[in-house]
């Protein structure tokens, strides 16, 4: 019913930049709340960001000032610029949307996109 593909992972050094997409496609009537979680190996899954469908931002401790979400409702996409990486960013990075569907609220996931930041 609902897809999100995530893409823009990759390697990169301690200092720099990646950008992050994540597009939702399906019967989709609207988008509510999409968010970026990341899962580090051998750690649990977390949250790094959120963003409501009017805009109002939240972001974890330990991305604020680097990390920044937005959002193309048009498009269905979620973005995380994320600047400023350091090697404990390393982790696999998922997109979760909060999708209406036939009139019901589900939350789904994308696979990931692997991040390695090396330093």
């Known amino acids: 019913q609902v897809q999100l593909v995530e893409s823009g992972g990759g390697l990169v050094q301690a200092g720099g930049s990646l950008r992050l997409s994540c597009v939702a496609s399906?019967?989709?009537?609207?988008?509510?709340?999409m968010s970026w979680y990341r899962q580090a190996s051998g750690k649990q899954r977390e949250l790094v960001a959120a963003?409501?469908?009017?805009?109002?931002?939240d972001y974890s401790d330990s991305v604020k000032g680097r990390f920044t979400i937005s959002r193309d409702n048009a498009k269905n996409t979620v973005y995380l610029q994320m600047n400023s990486l350091k090697p404990e960013d390393t982790a696999v990075y998922y997109c979760?949307?909060?999708?209406?569907?036939?009139?019901?609220?589900?939350?789904?996931w994308g696979q990931g996109t692997q991040v390695t930041v090396s330093s």
């Open positions: 979760r949307a909060g999708a209406v569907v036939g009139g019901f609220e589900g939350l789904y």
């Open positions: 963003v409501t469908r009017g805009g109002a931002t």
């Open positions: 399906g019967s989709i009537s609207s988008i509510n709340t």
